[in-house]
């Protein structure tokens, strides 16, 4: 399977009819579906009804990050062996980035490698983590540490599904949507900025534009040796700020939750590395601040965060390598920024809550 090629991403509302040819073309091998309890619940049912004609095997895994696990892996590989899946059988992923990261890996290396479609059921994986061929579950609670880039043989993006989801999840999707709208689509931005998400009716056309960004920039760079780093805009503070909450909140902030705050303090770096504009950076914070709630971030785990990200393979002990925006709509990659001005950012962010509250 080469990494190097796209594979197809379909934005189906109605009769699922991507999908239909797929499930049509596997229609004399076994097709297997993996779901959740939530999925199980929310998902499954609406599923069913686009797809009664074709017969699957389900399999079912608990939710959750805890659960991205080689041992889950493990229960999948066995119901597939059990139930004789082969070389020729395909893999339906139908869940969150959990789901999907876990489906997608377990099928690339059954039997050294099923076909497998996901359809991501939450904002996060239609935008972002059920796209671009990375795959893989945590290990001793380190994420992602165990993996490959594969290939799915096509993504089904249905924003129906997202009416379930709690408000929080949607918000933690709409980071990665952000994200994308900053380092390079400016328009996405402008379409974003005119309302609240409660009132976004149009998911498809911003998903659409989302997956694109992603999509145009994982074509040209698909194993991360440069310019796939532009996804990282936020995610060097954020990443920190999600490793420090999970191990001190009781209710952590989750993956987009805690990008958004990445996003504000990089934001607040590109303004002094180089050449946001203040006005831009204020729009970037109000925005940010209008959908999520401010996150009691303390000077005293100033330190920690920044232990955090020196800990990353990727930086120095004086300096880490960022990727900031030099405007709205355009990310740029292998920033490097000192402790001072780090520390300086997650200043700017602690301020701003205590001005604001
Ligand atoms: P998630 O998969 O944990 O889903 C969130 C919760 O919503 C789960 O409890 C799930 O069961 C439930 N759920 C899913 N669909 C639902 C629906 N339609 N209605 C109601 N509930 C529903 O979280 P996520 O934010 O989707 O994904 C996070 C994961 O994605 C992380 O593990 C992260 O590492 C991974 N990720 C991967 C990539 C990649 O490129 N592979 C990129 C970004 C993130």
């Known amino acids: 399977m080469n990494p190097l090629t796209l594979h197809p991403i379909h934005i189906e509302n109605k009769d699922f009819v991507e999908l239909h040819k797929i499930l049509k073309s596997y229609q004399s091998q076994k097709i297997f579906l993996l779901i959740d309890e939530n999925t199980k619940e929310f998902c499954l049912p609406f599923l069913r009804t686009k797809v009664l004609a074709f017969k699957m095997i389900v399999i079912e895994i608990k939710s959750g990050e805890i659960n991205k696990t080689i041992r889950t892996c493990e229960t999948i590989w066995e119901q597939l062996l059990l139930h004789q899946a082969n070389r020729n059988s395909l893999l339906i992923n139908l869940g969150g980035g959990v789901l999907t990261d876990i489906g997608g890996f377990v099928a690339a290396t059954f039997k050294r490698g099923i076909s497998f479609v996901n359809i991501p059921t939450t904002v996060l994986g239609a935008a972002d983590a059920a796209i671009g061929g990375k795959t893989g579950v945590d290990l001793a609670m380190y994420k992602n540490q165990i993996g490959v880039f594969t290939k799915p043989e096509a993504v089904i993006i249905n924003s129906g599904f997202f009416k ?18 900053l380092i390079a689509n ?29 999509m145009d920039i994982v074509s040209r760079d698909p194993l991360e040796a440069g310019e796939r780093k532009l996804l990282n805009f936020g995610h060097t503070i954020g990443h920190a700020i999600e490793t420090y909450s999970l191990r001190n909140d009781d209710d952590a902030l989750l993956h987009g939750e805690a990008i958004a705050i990445g ?47 020196v800990q990353d393979k ?29 520390r300086e950012a997650l200043n700017f962010y602690i301020r701003y809550i205590n001005t604001t509250d």
């Open 164 to 181: 379930t989801l709690p408000i929080r999840q949607v918000n933690s999707g709409l980071a990665e949507i952000i994200k994308c709208a």
């Open 186 to 214: 400016n328009d996405l931005w402008n379409v974003l900025r005119e309302r609240h998400v409660l009132q976004i009716m149009d998911w498809d056309h911003i998903i659409h534009e989302s997956v694109r960004v992603k």
């Open 263 to 309: 996003i504000i303090c990089e934001s607040y770096l590109s303004v002094k590395k180089i050449s946001l504009t203040e006005n831009d950076l204020n729009e970037i914070v109000k925005y940010i601040f209008n959908h999520y709630h401010s996150y009691n971030l303390l000077p005293e785990s100033i330190e920690d965060l920044i232990e955090l990200m």
């Open 314 to 342: 990727k930086n120095t002990d004086e300096q880490i390598n960022f990727t900031l925006i030099s405007r709205i709509g355009k990310g740029v990659i292998d920033q490097f920024v000192n402790l001072e001005l780090i």
